[in-house]
């Protein structure tokens, strides 16, 4: 059993930055397909970027490409996520979530651990 725990989110400028992080208990997330998702009001779950070291791959979604970087600290057993030139359409609840198969996936029901999730909002 996997528990995770999101933090870093706010409330930021459009152009500003933020670094959400994602701590594990009850298990290394090595292993483990571990993905960010975000969900902004009214609009479906949507995969941000996602990881797996089995698979030896990182993807983003096209919206995020080139702003957003994913990274792990395995010492911390803590993913990061950081966001750059945030705009407007980042708005939205994150979270992380990992699978016990190494997928990397944008199926949220492929993933069998979830975070409870942190609130983004990017307004002027």
């Known amino acids: 059993q996997v528990q995770l725990v999101e933090s870093g989110g706010g409330l930021v400028q459009p152009g500003g930055s933020l670094r959400l992080s994602c701590t594990a208990s009850?298990?290394?997330?090595?292993?483990?397909?571990i993905a960010w998702f975000r969900q902004a009001p009214g609009k479906e779950r949507e995969g941000v970027s996602c990881?797996?070291?089995?698979?030896?791959?990182?993807i983003f979604a096209d919206s995020v490409k080139g702003r957003f970087t994913i990274s792990i600290d395995s010492a911390k057993n803590t993913m990061y996520l950081q966001m750059n030139n945030l705009k407007p359409e980042d708005t939205g609840v994150y979270y992380c979530a990992a699978n016990g198969r190494g997928q990397c996936t944008w199926y949220p029901t492929r993933y069998d651990y979830w975070g409870q999730g942190t609130q983004v909002t990017v307004s002027s």
């Open positions: 990881f797996s070291s089995i698979e030896g791959r990182t």
């Open positions: 009850g298990s290394t997330l090595d292993y483990h397909g």
